[in-house]
């Protein structure tokens, strides 16, 4: 007989941020013409951004202004 793995109780976080009235506003009829919600729009902008980096955090990007005073000039 096979036991069934126990599948692993997923936990979320929560985020908040706020937006004006006019972006609020803005959001819900873009979302009301795209037939989605605001969540999952929202999270599919940053989809990107948060399933890449979850082991790892993602290589600091030099300003184009900033010196250079420790690398081989070879």
Do not use: G, W
Not at 21 to 30: A, E, G, V
């Amino acid at each position: 007989m096979i036991k069934k793995r126990r599948k692993n109780k997923t936990v979320y976080k929560e985020i908040s941020f706020k937006l004006s009235s006019r972006q609020k506003k803005s959001l819900m009829n873009y979302c009301r013409a795209r037939h989605t919600t605001p969540i999952k729009l929202i999270k599919k902008s940053i989809r990107n951004y948060i399933e890449l980096y979850a082991d790892a955090a993602p290589e600091p990007i030099p300003m184009p202004n900033q010196l250079d005073l420790f690398d081989d000039p070879s």
